[in-house]
């Protein structure tokens, strides 16, 4: 089992991202008197879940591959990561006001 330390040296991201994937249910662990743990086949299956190739193929080990493990963090980060505070997502406005004429 993985410590939170342990994984996010091996997915080169900051704990404390993983622990706001933990309190959101967005990465697989498990919660054991208060400590968070991770089943390094369980983050290996999950990251394979971001390789439109791996679905279909038996799981392996990206250890031995850095680029694929670079590559399918890249993906995670963009399907969990919220924008930065100050950054918005394009969205269309409730009220139908984005028009950019300057009428307010």
Do not use: E, G, I, K
């Given at each position: 089992m993985l410590t939170i330390k342990e994984l996010s040296a091996w997915l080169n991201i900051k704990p404390s991202t993983l622990y706001l994937w933990v309190s959101q249910n967005k990465i697989p662990c498990r919660r054991i008197h208060g400590l968070v743990r991770f089943e390094p086949e369980a983050i290996q299956a999950w990251l394979n879940g971001f390789s439109?190739?791996?679905r279909h193929s038996?799981?392996?080990?990206?250890?031995?591959?850095?680029d694929?493990?670079?590559h399918l963090i890249v993906q995670a980060k963009r399907a969990i990561y919220t924008p930065r505070h100050g950054e918005t997502r394009p969205t269309?406005?409730?009220l139908g006001k984005e028009?950019?004429?300057g009428a307010r």
């Open positions: 439109s190739t791996s038996p799981p392996r080990l990206l250890r031995h591959h850095p694929d493990v670079d269309a406005s409730p028009s950019n004429d």
